[in-house]
C-alpha cells in the first residue's frame, strides 16, 4: 500500500455510474480512495436508463444486479426504429433482458456499497490543476471558495463529456456531432405506452419514451423539420405532434417538470492513459444514444480498470497490467462508436432511398435468427471478448457464464458471480487446489458443481470481472503456478 505521504491511493474525478462503480472495487479491496465530485448536488440531465445484461452481471458480483432489477421493468425483446427487433430472451445469461430503470437507482445502489466500503465523497470539489510525477499524482481542488490539493498514487477521471481532466491532461477528443439540438421532456402522459421503452423513427424524425417508474416520463425526440438551438426551450405541442408523427400516437404529455435540449457526439479518445492518470466513461468515449449502451460501456470500464489498479497499488501487480486497460478497452469503444452510430444513422436517414435501404436491412434483420442474436449479444455487451496476449485455451480473454459451484460448506458460494463479490480472481478446478494456497490473498478457489460436464479436466481462472485470464486441460502444478504468478503476481510469503 502507499505511504502516508499520500492523501488518497486512487482519486476518482466524477460521481456518475462508473466513477461510484469504481470507488467501490478500490474502497472494497481496501484501499484509500476519495471521490471528487464538481456538482454540489444531483442532477437529472443526460440520465440512461436502459441496464443490459453484461452490466447487470459486473453489478451481480458485487451483491446489486438483484435489488437493482427490483426498481425496475425487465424487458426481453425491443423493436427499435420502427422495424429492427431484437430479442434479449435467448442471452446466456442470468439476465435474459434489457432493465429499464432511471439511472438515478443504479447511481444510489453504487453510492451506498462505496461510501459503505470506505470511499470519501466530496461534493462540490472542482478539480482545477492537475500535476503528475512518477511517484504519484496531485490534483488542484477549489471547494467552497477554498483552494487545496490532494495527492495520489493514480487519479481516474470519470468526469464525462466535458471532462476537466481530459482537458488538463491535454488529451484530444476526435470525433463529430452527431445530432444536434435533441430535445429532452420530462412529462406526464395521459396514456400509459405498452411498451416498457418505446422508440420510433420517420421522416419527421425520432422518439424515445422511458418511465422513471413514479408516474413520470422521460421523452427524447429530434424534429428533423425545426432544428433549433440547444438553449431554445421545448415547447410541449411541438413535441406531441413530433410523437404523434414517429409513434402513431402522442400518449398525450403535460405538466412538463424540466426541459432542454442536447446534442449528441461520436468521440474517443486516442489513449485512455496517461501516466498515472486513466479515462474512463463518457471522459474517454461518448456515443449516439441509439442501443442505451453509453452507461454500461463505462460501468465495464471500471469492472476492468478496478481490480488492476488494486494490485499495482497493493504492489503484487506489474505495470504492464495497467496497459491491458487501453489493449482491452479501446477497441470496445470503438466497437459501441460504430454500432451505435449505425443504428442513428438508420434513424437520421435524410433521403428516401437511404431510408428505404435502412427499412430493407432492419427488416431483412427482423427475419434472419443469427442476424438478430447477433444483435442481441453486441448490444448486451455479453459478446465482448479480450485479445490474449498469447494464443493458448479458447476460452483465454472470453466472458464466463455463471458457472454452478460445488457447496462444501454452509454459506460458500453457489454460483461464479457469488464467487467474485469477493473482489478477487477465482479458480475453478476439479483437482485439488492446494497449489493456490500461497495466492489465498488475492485469490478464491471453488469446484465445479458437476465435475463431469464442460469443465471436466479444464483449469480456469476467472478475473475479478469475469473474463477468463487463463485456461488449460489437465495442467501441472508446475503450469498452474506459473499461471498464477503471471496473473496475481509471486505468491505472498
Known amino acids: 500500500m502507499a505511504d502516508r505521504q499520500f492523501d488518497a491511493d486512487v482519486v476518482v474525478v466524477g460521481a456518475g455510474p462508473t466513477g461510484l462503480l469504481l470507488a467501490g472495487d478500490l474502497a472494497a479491496a481496501g484501499l484509500r480512495v476519495t471521490v471528487l465530485e464538481k456538482r454540489g448536488t444531483e442532477s437529472n440531465l443526460t440520465r440512461a436508463f436502459a441496464v443490459h445484461a453484461r452490466t447487470l452481471e459486473q453489478l451481480d458480483a458485487r451483491g446489486l444486479a438483484d435489488d437493482l432489477v427490483a426498481t425496475g421493468r425487465p424487458v426481453s425483446s425491443l423493436r427499435l426504429f420502427g422495424r429492427l427487433a431484437v430479442d434479449l430472451g435467448s442471452l446466456p445469461s442470468r439476465f435474459p433482458f434489457v432493465l429499464v430503470t432511471p439511472q438515478s437507482h443504479t447511481e444510489r445502489l453504487l453510492q451506498e456499497r462505496a461510501t459503505k466500503a470506505g470511499a470519501v465523497i466530496r461534493r462540490g470539489a472542482e478539480v482545477v490543476g492537475l500535476r503528475q510525477d512518477a511517484a504519484g499524482v496531485r490534483l488542484d481542488v477549489r471547494e467552497g471558495g477554498e483552494d487545496s490539493s490532494v495527492r495520489a498514487v493514480y487519479a481516474v477521471g470519470t468526469d464525462g463529456v466535458h471532462s476537466t481532466v481530459r482537458d488538463l491532461l491535454g488529451i484530444p477528443f476526435p470525433g463529430e456531432s452527431v445530432v444536434e439540438s435533441v430535445m429532452l421532456a420530462d412529462v406526464r402522459l395521459e396514456r400509459e405506452p405498452e411498451d416498457a421503452l418505446t422508440v420510433g423513427a420517420g421522416e419527421d424524425g425520432f422518439a424515445l419514451v422511458a418511465p422513471f417508474g413514479d408516474g413520470w416520463y422521460r421523452v427524447v425526440a ?88 488494486v494490485g499495482a497499488v497493493q504492489g503484487w501487480a506489474p505495470d504492464a497490467l495497467l496497459d491491458t486497460y487501453q489493449t482491452e478497452r479501446h477497441p470496445v469503444g470503438r466497437a459501441v462508436l460504430r454500432s451505435s452510430g449505425a443504428l442513428i444513422r438508420v434513424a437520421l436517414a435524410q433521403s428516401l432511398p437511404a431510408r428505404l435501404a435502412g427499412g430493407v436491412l432492419t427488416a431483412a434483420a427482423d427475419r434472419l435468427g443469427p442476424v438478430t442474436r447477433f444483435g442481441a449479444r453486441t448490444v448486451s455487451g455479453v459478446s465482448v ?19 454452478r459451484l460445488a457447496v462444501d460448506e454452509p454459506g460458500a458460494p453457489s454460483r461464479l458471480y457469488e464467487a467474485l463479490r469477493a473482489g478477487r480472481s477465482v479458480l475453478v478446478s476439479n483437482d485439488e487446489l492446494t497449489v493456490a494456497e500461497p495466492w489465498a490473498g488475492r485469490l478464491v478457489t471453488a469446484a465445479p458443481a458437476n465435475p463431469h460436464g464442460k469443465l471436466r479436466d479444464t483449469v480456469l481462472l476467472v478475473r475479478p470481472d469475469g473474463y477468463a485470464a487463463w485456461a488449460a486441460v489437465d495442467p501441472s502444478g508446475t503450469e498452474v503456478r506459473a499461471a498464477l504468478t503471471a496473473w496475481l503476481g509471486r505468491p505472498s510469503g
Not at 267 to 275: I, L
Not at 391 to 402: A, S, W
Open 385 to 403: 471478448a479480450y485479445p490474449p496476449a498469447v494464443p493458448g485455451h479458447p476460452l483465454v480473454g472470453r466472458r464466463i457464464p455463471d458457472l
Open 222 to 309: 429530434w424534429d428533423r423539420n425545426h432544428p433549433a438551438p440547444d438553449g431554445a426551450p421545448v415547447d410541449t405541442d411541438a413535441l406531441a405532434a413530433l410523437m404523434t408523427s414517429v409513434l402513431g400516437t402522442d400518449h398525450g404529455p403535460h405538466d412538463a417538470r424540466w426541459t432542454s435540449r442536447f446534442h449528441s457526439d461520436e468521440r474517443q479518445v486516442p489513449t485512455y492513459r496517461s501516466g498515472r492518470v486513466f479515462l474512463a466513461g463518457d471522459a474517454a468515449h461518448c456515443h449516439s444514444p441509439a442501443g442505451g449502451q453509453g452507461m454500461n460501456t463505462g460501468l465495464q470500464d471500471a469492472a476492468n480498470l478496478g481490480w488492476k489498479l
